[in-house]
């Protein structure tokens, strides 16, 4: 089995700072391109950023200049740096993975649980 788990998620001020984490543990042999998704309340699921196994980074360019992902491939884990926050970047915050699954050598799509993002006076 293959699991990913968000953490880092909470309630802050607009202009305030958040840093998210997405752990993957299981049996797998290695991660290809990791994700962070957000859903907002009434909408649709949409993607915030992009890194790949090389490190290459995309942004929705909703949070281009105020967002980073990383990701440290030793610790299968990645991460969202999210500054000067706003209040429509309220929302619940997912990642997702490629995974190659040991069991059986073939690549598979995971998602965490969510994690609660509310900016807020």
């Known amino acids: 089995q293959v ?8 309630l802050v001020q ?36 992009t890194i790949t196994s090389g490190g290459s980074t995309n942004y929705a360019d909703s949070v281009k200049g105020r967002f980073t992902i990383s990701r440290d491939n030793t610790k299968n884990t990645m991460y ?14 997912y990642c997702n993975a490629e995974v190659l699954r040991k069991w059986s050598y073939t690549w598979a799509d995971y998602w965490g649980q969510g994690t609660q993002v509310t900016v807020s006076s």
């Open 80 to 93: 969202l740096q999210m500054n000067n926050l706003k209040p429509e970047d309220t929302a619940v915050y």
């Open 3 to 10: 699991q990913l788990v968000e953490s880092g998620g909470g």
């Open 14 to 49: 607009p202009g305030g700072s958040l840093r998210l984490s997405c752990a993957a543990s299981g049996s797998f042999v290695r991660i290809n391109a990791m994700h962070w998704y957000r859903q907002a309340p009434g909408n649709e699921r949409e993607l915030v950023a």
